[in-house]
């Protein structure tokens, strides 16, 4: 560990390469970083800080004419705010530290970061937020990602090797997957849930994977949460009982839940909030959970507000109120 705790950094990107039609894996190197771990995630600046947008002037507006609107941040479209990603992975190297973000161009900020060739600099504050806690030594992992949300299964998978794990990740089609799969991978069958080491991230790990797609373009045809069910309903239930771990659209992450309650399991969800901050501040990552009635705040009530950012984005399943 090179720092102690969260700060403001610039990083020159390493690498910025598509895995599918619309995802980027964008490879940031800092000199220094602190330790980080699964679950975390880092604020990104969508935009060049180094760059002068305009400086700031008066304006004399007659209220009889149109407003004449200069510079980028009002003529144009412009990333003001940092955008939350997940890591996806941290390594420590010879000369510093590298981050592993993967992204989908869904707006002016994603589709700047697209862009970002090696050695464009990109400022990150971070890292924020809590983590995964693993399971124990021979319970088993079930990591479940969709779509965006696989990036801390990717980290959490790293963390997990030698241990015992599945993953399960979900995708509208094969061409919406951000992840490689192994030329040599036997072709899962449209109804199959049975783990394969078919998917390079996690295989790299000793870690087998269920991949499913909507329209069933490659693996389960259906949803992540169907192939889910399907696996625990055929597992036996002799051992230890599984914790799941989850990050994704909502509606996924609420079925992850439904599905562990149902069965007696533990949960782990990363959250999915829009994020200006991501320290606290702004109070607009707010999410319903579970308290004690007697416990403040709210006193009296059985429920209250916390903050993704600072509170999570890590939260068990059975606490939140969606």
Not at 151 to 168: D, I, K, S, T
Not at 185 to 190: D, E, L
Request: glycine letters at 10%; proline letters at 8%; one cysteine or more.
């Amino acid at each position: 560990m090179t720092s102690l705790h969260r700060d403001q950094f610039v990083c020159s990107v390493s690498a910025n390469v598509p895995l599918c039609r619309e995802h980027f894996r964008l490879v940031l190197h800092v000199p220094k970083f602190p330790a980080t771990e699964p679950g975390q995630f880092i604020q990104l600046s969508c935009r060049d800080l180094e760059k002068d947008y305009g400086s700031e002037r008066e304006v004399a507006w007659d209220a009889n004419r149109p407003l004449h609107l200069q510079g980028r941040e009002l003529a144009g479209p412009l990333a003001m705010l940092r955008r939350p990603f997940s890591l996806a992975g941290h390594r420590d190297t010879p000369d510093g530290v590298e981050l592993d973000i993967i992204h989908r161009v869904v707006g002016v900020g994603t589709d700047w970061l697209s862009k970002l060739k090696v050695r464009d600099h990109a400022f990150i504050l971070g890292p924020l937020g809590n983590r995964f806690t693993l399971p124990g030594k021979d319970a088993l992992g079930i990591l479940v990602g969709g779509g965006v949300g696989i990036p801390p299964m990717l980290y959490l998978a790293e963390r997990m090797a030698g241990r015992n794990a599945v993953a399960f990740c979900g995708a509208l089609s094969r061409d919406l997957l951000p992840l490689t799969i192994r030329p040599d991978a036997p072709n899962p069958g449209s109804d199959s849930t049975e783990p394969i080491a078919g998917i390079d991230e996690f295989a790299r790990h000793g870690i087998r994977s269920v991949i499913s797609t909507d329209d069933g373009s490659y693996g389960f045809r259906g949803f992540v949460t169907q192939a889910l069910e399907r696996f625990l309903d055929r597992r036996d239930s002799r051992g230890p009982a599984p914790i799941l771990y989850t990050c994704g659209p909502e509606p996924m992450m609420k079925r992850v839940a439904d599905i562990a309650s149902a069965r007696g399991l533990v949960c782990q969800i990363a959250v999915e909030r829009a994020m200006a901050c991501g320290m606290g501040t702004c109070q607009s990552c707010c999410i319903r959970v579970r308290k004690p009635v007697d416990v403040p705040p709210l006193k009296g009530k059985d429920w209250c507000y916390r903050l993704a950012c600072t509170d999570g984005p890590v939260f068990l399943g059975s606490d939140l109120l969606w």
